[in-house]
């Protein structure tokens, strides 16, 4: 997974912010409160979004109304699986990540394998990393 550029991350972030279908306007508004960004840059990285699988959009009048396709934990996964891939050592690399944890990610990484092993299983995790 690519990480986003920054302007298409200022518009996922805040339209996962919102949990709300927005108009390239209202990004825009939103936007030029810190920055100046033109709504046709915005659009058409909206649109690039779209295309990339991001943002799902439906016509409301003339404006296109759009909203995430994917939740931000699902983009916070995909960045830490590549790094993980991309590791020659994955044990170390894991180590290194537990090591610089906070007490409460680690609780909160507790929690989550032992939601994991409720449910049974980890969804083909294992055949990424070619164990059986």
């Known amino acids: ?15 996962w912010r919102w949990g709300r279908p927005a108009t390239v306007r209202e990004v825009v508004d939103d936007i030029n409160r810190a920055r100046p960004v033109a709504y046709t840059t915005v659009m058409t990285v909206a649109d690039i979004l779209y295309r990339k699988g991001w943002l799902r959009r439906e016509k409301s009048g003339r404006a296109w ?47 989550a394998l032992r939601t994991v092993d409720r449910q049974g299983g980890r969804d083909g995790a294992r055949d990424d990393q070619g164990a059986s």
Do not use: K, N, Q
């Not at 990540?97 to 990484?109: K, P």
């Open 1 to 15: 997974m690519r990480r986003l550029g920054d302007l298409e991350a200022e518009i996922m972030d805040r339209l």
């Open 65 to 111: 109304m759009y909203e995430p396709e994917r939740s931000r934990e699902d983009y916070t996964a995909g960045l830490m699986r590549d790094a993980l891939v991309s590791a020659e050592d994955r044990p170390a690399a894991l180590l290194r990540f537990v090591e610089h944890m906070s007490d409460e990610d680690m609780r909160a990484l507790d929690a």
